[in-house]
């Protein structure tokens, strides 16, 4: 079983940017398909992005392509989101994600075995 712990968010002004982190533990982090999904008040948790167990395939949401990209270091067992030209409405918890036999085209949170608590992000306009 792994652990998540994100850590990164904060506050910041639209046009802005941030690396958010996720430290995996107590498992085989190379064995797992990683997610970054968000959660803004009132809403469904949504997909953002997925990587690879190697970290070679990536696939994201739209509302963030070319804005976000999602990277992994093994050897550091975590996995990293860099987000780019902040908008208002990016505005949310973001969530990271694992599961071991899933692959990167899986966007729906309920197919995702382990979460963490998640980290909060906010962009002021």
């Known amino acids: 079983q792994v652990q998540l712990v994100e850590s990164g968010g904060g506050l910041l002004q639209a046009g802005g940017s941030l690396r958010l982190s996720c430290a995996a533990s107590?498992?085989?982090?190379?064995?797992?398909?990683m997610a970054w999904f968000r959660q803004a008040p009132g809403k469904e948790r949504e997909f953002v992005g997925t990587?690879?167990?190697?970290?070679?395939?990536?696939n994201y949401a739209d509302s963030v392509k070319g804005r976000f990209t999602v990277s992994r270091d093994n050897a550091k067992n975590t996995v990293y989101l860099q987000m780019n030209n902040l908008k208002p409405e990016d505005t949310a918890v973001y969530y990271c994600?694992?599961?071991?036999?899933?692959?990167?085209?899986?966007?729906?949170?309920?197919?995702?075995?382990?979460w963490g608590q998640g980290t909060q992000v906010t962009v002021s306009s």
């Open positions: 990587i690879s167990r190697s970290g070679v395939w990536t």
């Open positions: 994600a694992a599961d071991r036999s899933r692959g990167v085209d899986t966007t729906r949170a309920r197919d995702y075995e382990y």
């Open positions: 107590g498992g085989t982090f190379s064995g797992y398909v």
